[in-house]
């Protein structure tokens, strides 16, 4: 059974960085070289929303970012990492990990606050 567990998640003050990781076990590297990754949020009263998705090998993200995060992946550990910049306030919220768009992670929550 695939597991999917995020990690990196705290609190951090407005202007901070932050770096999730999404550790996917019990696969095989060439499964995990090959499938699509992704990173969601969901503030609370909010719907979960896309972050960051890494499809086919490419990465995309969503529009509202202005390209302060980074979505990547570590082949050697076999983690997808969201780097995340310049946080905001509004950046608050819980990060899931998304796997093979069929698999998620528990969440780690982050708080942008000062």
């Known amino acids: 059974q695939v597991q999917v567990l995020e990690s990196g998640g705290g609190q951090v003050q407005p202007g901070g960085s932050l770096k999730l990781s999404c550790k996917v076990s019990?696969?095989?590297?060439?499964?995990?070289?090959?499938?699509?990754y992704a990173w969601y949020r969901q503030a609370p009263g909010k719907q979960r929303e896309l972050v960051a998705a890494i499809t086919r090998g490419r990465t995309s993200y969503a529009d509202s970012l202005e390209g302060r995060f980074t979505i990547s992946r570590d082949f050697a550990k076999k983690t997808v990492d969201l780097r995340m910049n310049d946080l905001k306030p509004e950046d608050t919220a819980v990060y899931f990990c998304?796997?093979?768009?069929?698999?998620w992670g528990q969440g780690t929550q982050v708080i942008v606050a000062s």
């Open positions: 019990r696969i095989i590297t060439s499964v995990f070289n090959s499938k699509d």
């Open positions: 998304n796997y093979d768009r069929d698999y």
